[in-house]
């Protein structure tokens, strides 16, 4: 789910975690996924650390566009 870059500070696995089960039950079609997630970006953002949130943030929006190409493609 992370890309390969060197950008992630792992001092906090448990948000990371948190976020990859989040997306995890997003992609299962269940809607506290969503919640999940954007409580770790938001965690990350209180915290300080911005490049992680900005980072989560975008794989929150690319989870999110794979999920309704998700529901298109079970409805055609």
């Known amino acids: 789910l992370l890309p390969e870059h060197k950008l992630y500070?792992?001092?906090d696995e448990e948000g990371y975690l948190?976020?990859?089960h989040g997306f995890y039950l997003l992609m299962t079609g269940?809607?506290?996924g969503r919640q999940m997630m954007m409580d770790t970006?938001?965690?990350?953002?209180?915290s300080g650390n911005r490049l992680?949130?900005?980072q989560l943030n975008r794989l929150y929006d690319d989870a999110i566009i794979k999920l309704h190409e998700k529901k298109k493609e079970s409805i055609i």
């Open 9 to 11: 500070n792992f001092d």
């Open 18 to 20: 948190k976020f990859m």
């Open 30 to 32: 269940k809607e506290k």
């Open 41 to 46: 970006i938001c965690k990350f953002l209180i």
């Open 52 to 54: 992680v949130a900005t």
